[in-house]
Antibody
Framework: EVQLVQSGAEVKEPGESLRISCEGS????????ITWVRQMPGKGLEWMGKIDPRDSYTNYSPSFQGHVTISADKSISTAFLQWSSLKASDTAMYYCARHAGYCAGASCHIAMDVWGQGTTVTVSS | QSVLTQPPSVSAAPGQKVTISCSGSSSNMGSNYVSWYQQLPGTAPKLLIYDNNKRPSGIPDRFSGSKSGTSATLGITGLQTGDEADYYC???????????FGGGTKLTVL
C-alpha cells in the first residue's frame, strides 16, 4: 500500500525549533516530489513548497520562503519540514503529499495523489 | 486572500447535481492543469480530479472536471450526504513558481 505517515502532534512554545517528518512507503520514494501544505485552524489549504528526494532540490512558495526549511533523507524515505524559531501564527495542521506532477513545455501538471494523515503543530506560551 | 477564487459555499438536495467554480489568471489556470481535492471533516484532503478532467482510480464518475481559459469547474451528480465536504481547486502558478489553491468551497447536501 502506498502511504505517507507523518510524525505525531507537537506542542511548542514561541521561539522553539521544530522538525516534523513524513515517511513514504509502498513506492519508490525518489520517483516523486514531496509537497508540504499548511491548513490553519478553520482555514483553507496553502501550498508551502516541495522537494525532489533524489537530489533535495527545493521549491518554496514566496509566502513561506525563509520561514521554513524543507529537506529529505532518501536513505530512510523521509521528508522533513523544519522551523528554527516558531511563532504562534505557525499553529496549524501540516500535511505532506506526494506530488505526481511534471512540467512539459510551458504547462505544468500538478496533482497531489497521496496524502499523509497530518501533523498538528500548536505554538503557545 | 487565495490566488484562485472559489465560492465559499454551495448546497443542493440529495440526488441533485452541483457545480463548483474556480477562477484564476493567465499565469496559473490559463497555462497549467487543474486538480481538485475533497476534504471530508477531520480528514486529510483526497485527490478527486487531475489534469483538468481525469479521475484517479477509485473515484466514481459522479465527479467530473472541466476547464476553459482561466476558469475550471467541478461537477458532482447524484449527490449523497457523504459528499458533504470542503472542495479545493489547485494548480501551478508560473509567475510565482509555486503551487496555489483556491480558498475552498463547503458543500452542503440538504
Amino acid at each position: 500500500e502506498v502511504q505517507l505517515v507523518q510524525s505525531g502532534a507537537e506542542v511548542k512554545e514561541p521561539g522553539e525549533s521544530l522538525r516534523i517528518s513524513c515517511e513514504g512507503s509502498g513506492y519508490s520514494f525518489t520517483n516523486y516530489w514531496i509537497t508540504w501544505v499548511r491548513q490553519m485552524p478553520g482555514k483553507g489549504l496553502e501550498w508551502m513548497g516541495k522537494i525532489d528526494p533524489r537530489d533535495s532540490y527545493t521549491n518554496y512558495s514566496p509566502s513561506f520562503q525563509g520561514h521554513v526549511t524543507i529537506s529529505a533523507d532518501k536513505s530512510i524515505s523521509t521528508a522533513f519540514l523544519q522551523w528554527s524559531s516558531l511563532k504562534a501564527s505557525d499553529t496549524a495542521m501540516y500535511y505532506c503529499a506526494r506530488h505526481a506532477g511534471y512540467c512539459a513545455g510551458a504547462s505544468c501538471h500538478i496533482a497531489m495523489d497521496v496524502w499523509g494523515q497530518g501533523t498538528t503543530v500548536t505554538v503557545s506560551s | 486572500q487565495s490566488v484562485l477564487t472559489q465560492p465559499p459555499s454551495v448546497s443542493a438536495a440529495p440526488g441533485q447535481k452541483v457545480t463548483i467554480s474556480c477562477s484564476g489568471s493567465s499565469s496559473n489556470m490559463g497555462s497549467n492543469y487543474v486538480s481538485w481535492y475533497q476534504q471530508l471533516p477531520g480528514t486529510a484532503p483526497k485527490l478527486l480530479i487531475y489534469d483538468n478532467n481525469k479521475r484517479p482510480s477509485g473515484i466514481p464518475d459522479r465527479f467530473s472536471g472541466s476547464k476553459s481559459g482561466t476558469s475550471a469547474t467541478l461537477g458532482i451528480t447524484g449527490l449523497q450526504t457523504g459528499d458533504e465536504a470542503d472542495y479545493y481547486c489547485g494548480t501551478w502558478d508560473s509567475s510565482l513558481s509555486a503551487g496555489v489553491f483556491g480558498g475552498g468551497t463547503k458543500l452542503t447536501v440538504l
